[in-house]
């Protein structure tokens, strides 16, 4: 079991720059799946970004070329989420992910760190 804390959310002004963090209770080494995902205000959880053990990332259509996930290099539990040019429609709460199995379905989840965009 490994447990998943995130943080650097905060209010920031529509345009700005967050970088958040996941920062796991132990090595994520061989996990198939590091992401990150948001859950706006009454919706559903939905895709951020999936990094992949085979190299291959995918994002989100409306974050591409604005939002990018990195490994620390340093050390292997945590991993980034680099946000640039927010929009107020991305306030939200953003979770991270990981996963030993091809899909986050019994992956482990952060408790979530608060997004908050403004006009």
């Known amino acids: 079991q490994v447990s998943l804390v995130e943080s650097g959310g905060g209010l920031v002004q529509a345009g700005g720059s967050l970088r958040l963090s996941c920062k796991a209770s132990r090595s994520l080494r061989g996990y198939n799946i590091l992401g990150w995902y948001r859950q706006p205000p009454g919706q559903q959880r939905v895709l951020v970004v999936e990094m992949k053990r085979d190299g291959n990332t995918y994002y989100g259509e409306v974050v591409k070329d604005r939002f990018t996930v990195s490994k620390d290099n340093a050390q292997d539990d945590t991993f980034y989420l680099q946000m640039i040019n927010l929009k107020p429609e991305e306030t939200a709460v953003y979770y991270c992910?990981?996963?030993?199995?091809?899909?986050?379905?019994?992956?482990?989840w952060g408790q979530g760190t608060q997004v908050t965009v403004s006009s």
């Open positions: 992910g990981a996963s030993v199995w091809n899909s986050m379905a019994g992956g482990h």
